[in-house]
């Protein structure tokens, strides 16, 4: 029989070999990513290599695109714009349509939370997991135990931290083929050397456990860790587009004040003191604020100015990052809102958002951050039927569109109502439906409306009339009687005479 120390000394060597045959399929990875690299750019069987002629890296590391994001501005734009516009109008987290629920008031008061300050942690990990390959949340319960052991249960939620890769890198996988969690991060390496409190932690790596962390990752195919940073696809056009950039600049620079030419006239003797003069007199007037040249024996001529116009060769450039991007070229160079794009680039740039926020920001950073905090107790159980996310929608019209619509439409119904026979060429249920945009409830009741308004004038019409008809009446009476009375006044004069 085998004592507990024996089996403990197979299951460490087993455990071991598991190790180093998940090091062996990473190392082979790291290779075949190594030889597919090796092959960019690369044409005429070997022979010519673009990348090496055009200046491009072949391997990209985190340093790469950090760099890329911390001083390219659409580099940044790139990164920042989807986060910006998913998180711009936060969801709301429903358990049923009744009144508020213990899991509505206790999640409504996490995110009011000014010290956890759940929206602000989850657009700046959504940034950070965009920059590279995956970013994290640093989740810190108050459990009563370190952060290398698992979380069971805990009374609240104390914090959030945002983390790139480079700071939380993974230390260990799950190797187990049979678990849920197959081939996902176990433990966690946490630096907290850019943490601000000076003797907290500082300069220390924490080991984490993973149910203490929300694993980001964006642009996910075949690796369930490891997404794809969003500058990748378009490294190189950032490259390009900097370079046309600056080198415009450099153009417009050296082009706006070319120089000057001396040239001396054929009789002219200029000696080693003359030249040391004219050489002062020259930058004098090149950096100095004298206008003028005290020249002899000597011609100025002015050389020509080139500077070309670099627009074409940036529009080409924005095009083609706008399309592996997705982001429209208006939205991308224009403002965070897209009041400078067109209606239709808007309206593509919107319904994009909108396929992030289901695919990308619920299902991978906000759900398992509700249902790690419901697992662990930090929420409270919400009923059989779960929760909903209900997200604002991005269609509804601002203020302003609405103002403008309702304007349009009055004016169209206003020329409807004047024109003479315009109900023999459209009727007004196919206008209202039609060009007022009216569903067939609406429609049927501005009918039932305008049916009750001419009802309601015929009436008073008829009323009217009746009125009028009465009236008359009353006055042909009150003339009969008049004339009656001055028939009776004759005929007494009469007799009276007689």
């Keep these: 029989m085998a004592t507990d120390k024996q ?26 990513r190594s030889n597919i690299a090796k092959r960019l750019g690369m044409s005429y069987g070997g022979d010519r290599d673009l990348y090496q002629a055009l200046g491009y890296s072949k391997t990209l590391q985190f340093d790469d695109f950090w760099a890329r994001y911390e001083r390219q501005d659409i580099a940044a734009r790139i990164v920042d714009a989807p986060v910006n516009a998913s998180w711009r109008k936060v969801p ?32 700046r990990a959504d940034k ?5 390959q995956y970013g994290v949340l640093f989740l810190g319960f108050d459990d009563g135990k370190e952060p290398h052991e698992p979380v069971e249960s805990a009374k ?28 996902m991060p176990t433990m966690y390496s946490i630096n907290t050397a850019n943490l601000a409190d000076e003797g907290v932690n500082q300069g220390k790596a924490l080991t984490v456990h993973w149910t203490r962390i929300i694993h980001i990752a964006d642009g996910l195919l075949e690796n369930e860790v490891y997404g794809t940073p969003r500058l990748k696809k378009v490294f190189n056009r950032l490259q390009d587009l900097e370079l046309v950039s600056g080198s415009s600049a450099e153009m417009f620079w050296r082009g706006a004040f070319p120089g000057l030419g001396f040239m001396a006239d054929a009789d002219a003797d200029i000696d080693t003191t003359a030249l040391a003069d004219m050489e002062s007199e020259i930058e004098e007037y090149v950096h100095g604020l004298k206008r003028y040249l005290r020249m002899q024996g000597i011609t100025i001529a002015e050389l020509a100015q080139q500077v070309a116009d670099p627009t074409g060769h940036v529009d080409i450039l924005l095009k083609l990052i706008s399309g592996a991007t997705g982001i429209p070229v208006r939205i991308l160079t224009g403002s965070e809102a897209g009041e400078l794009a067109s209606s239709q680039d808007e309206s593509n740039w919107n319904t994009r958002v909108e396929e992030r926020r289901d695919d990308y920001c619920e299902l991978i950073i906000l759900r398992p951050l509700i249902d790690r905090l419901i697992e662990f107790k930090v929420l409270p159980e919400p009923g059989q039927d779960g929760y909903t996310i209900d997200w604002p929608d991005l269609f509804s019209p601002s203020e302003k569109e609405q103002v403008e619509v309702a304007k349009s439409r009055s004016e169209i119904l206003a020329a ?6 315009a109900d023999m060429v459209m009727p007004i249920e196919m206008f209202l439906e039609k060009l007022m945009g009216f569903t067939p409830e609406e429609v049927q009741m501005a009918l039932d409306m305008i049916q009750t308004a001419m009802d309601e004038e015929a009436d008073e019409i008829e009323e009217a009339e009746a009125q009028a008809a009465l009236e008359a009446e009353a006055a042909a009476a009150a003339a009969a009687e008049a004339q009656r009375q001055f028939g009776d006044a004759e005929d007494l004069e009469d007799e009276e005479a007689a």
Excluded: P
Aim: with cysteine; proline share 0%; net charge negative.
């Design 156 to 183: 609240s939620l104390k914090f959030l931290r945002a983390y790139t890769e480079q700071s939380a890198s993974i230390t260990q996988y799950d190797r187990d083929s049979t678990s849920e969690r197959f081939g």
């Design 128 to 132: 950070l997991a965009g920059v590279c």
């Design 7 to 32: 089996k403990a000394l197979v299951d460490e060597v087993l455990a071991q070999d598991n190790e180093l045959k998940g090091l062996r399929v990473l190392a082979s990875a790291l290779v075949s």
């Design 92 to 123: 709301e987290v429903n358990e049923n349509d009744e009144d508020e629920t213990q899991f509505e008031k206790a999640w409504t008061a996490l995110t009011k939370d000014s010290m956890v300050k759940v929206y602000h942690y989850i657009r």
């Design 416 to 421: 409807y109502v004047n024109a003479q026979g």
